[in-house]
Every structure is written in structure tokens, then in C-alpha cells.
């Protein structure tokens, strides 16, 4: 891929919801989505990611109803205005994709004296988190399109896939082949909040300049 082509990449990324299509996801193209989430850097080398895949409908439906649970949860808890805009908001394709991908985090992977964990304890969940990111990027650039569902409480959806004691799971994402992806993210075009420009967050040497 050229320079050109791998910026092209991020500025297509987008988190999916709508634009789902019925076509199932190629073997071979997911293991090479997979391959590039499990060549993320890691801290101390530990790869502490594990991918769950989903397919079960009973499973998917079951994940569903629980994120509809959490959704209503939320916008209860919204004043009248911001809940109204967060009605028009679609959340989840769970059921829409061609599959489900719980990345999950071990925090025990690499032993009790992880290289460069020491200081940092997070460092591992942020690891994760990259590969989270390479298998966006990858799944983007081969047309597909992902989409993260984060309104789940973690012990229901560790209950749910039967991951042992002490991992976490760090994101369901809904993977799978797609009608197109939206020119503008789904949070901008529902006016549910505007895209931070690059100078706003860029400070030289201290936070104030």
C-alpha cells in the first residue's frame, strides 16, 4: 500500500451501524483481517488479545437485547433535548453483520513482571486497544466495515461467550461486508457532536501553548 493509500485508509475508517449488507465474510479475508489485529505492537511483547468470534444467532440476539437494555438505561438518564437526538442515533448492527468479534484482554498474558508494565498497569489494555485499531484499518481497507458496541456491562458479556476469571472483554465488534461507508461519521451527520479540529488538540511543550 502506498503512503497516499494508507492515509486513504483512515480518513474511510468508519464505526458502522446501518450499512450492513446479507453477503457472508470470506475465510481467507478474515484470517488476513485477524493476522493484522494480532501483529498490533504489544508491551513486553505480551500479546495479551484474544479474538472470541460470534455466530450463533441465539447469542447475537441475546447481545442485542442486552445492549437495548443499556441503551434505554442511558437515555433515561439524558435531559429531554440530547435524548430526542440521541433517539435518531443507531448503535449496533450485531444482528446485520456477518459476525461478531469480542476482543478480550488478559491481563495475566506475559507472566507477573510484564516488560514496560511496571509503571504503567494499563499499558496492556492499551495494547489491545491497537490491535482493536490494525484489524479496523485492515478490515476497512479490504471493504469491510466495523463497528464497536461498547453499551454492555463487562460480566454480561463475559458470561456470555464463557471467558475465564480475570479477562476482560474490551469491545464486541460487529465485522462484516457493507453496502458503502458513510462519507461523514454517523455522530456528526445526527448533530450529536462536531469533529474536534487537529489544532485544538495539538500543545507545545506544556498543555497551555
Not at 508491551?43 to 447481545?63: C, I, K, M, N, Y
Not at 437495548?68 to 437515555?75: G, I, L, S
Request: hydrophobic content about 40%; glycine content about 10%; charged content about 25%.
Amino acid at each position: 500500500m502506498s503512503t497516499a493509500g494508507l492515509y486513504d485508509v483512515i480518513a474511510r475508517r468508519r464505526d458502522v451501524r446501518a450499512e450492513f449488507s446479507a453477503e457472508p465474510l470470506d475465510d481467507v479475508v478474515l484470517d488476513r483481517v485477524l493476522g493484522a489485529a494480532h501483529a498490533a505492537p504489544s508491551v513486553g511483547h505480551s500479546q495479551p488479545w484474544d479474538f472470541v468470534l460470534v455466530r450463533d444467532p441465539a447469542t447475537r440476539r441475546r447481545f442485542q437485547e442486552h445492549v437495548h437494555a443499556e441503551r434505554a438505561t442511558y437515555a433515561a438518564s439524558l435531559a429531554a433535548e440530547r435524548r430526542a437526538a440521541f433517539k435518531r442515533i443507531r448503535i449496533e448492527g450485531i444482528r446485520e453483520s456477518a459476525l461478531g468479534v469480542v476482543v478480550t484482554y488478559d491481563p495475566s498474558r506475559g507472566g507477573p513482571r510484564v516488560l514496560g508494565r511496571h509503571a504503567i498497569d494499563d499499558a496492556g489494555l492499551y495494547s489491545t486497544c491497537l490491535a482493536i485499531q490494525n484489524l479496523w484499518l485492515a478490515a476497512t481497507a479490504e471493504g469491510l466495515g466495523v463497528g464497536w458496541v461498547s453499551f454492555y456491562r463487562e460480566e454480561f458479556l463475559g458470561d456470555l461467550v464463557g471467558l475465564p476469571d480475570g479477562v476482560r472483554p474490551v469491545a464486541w465488534l460487529c465485522l462484516g461486508p457493507v453496502t458503502g461507508l458513510q462519507e461523514t461519521p454517523d455522530l456528526e451527520r445526527h448533530g450529536w457532536r462536531e469533529r474536534r479540529p487537529l489544532r485544538h488538540a495539538v500543545h507545545h511543550e506544556t498543555w497551555g501553548c
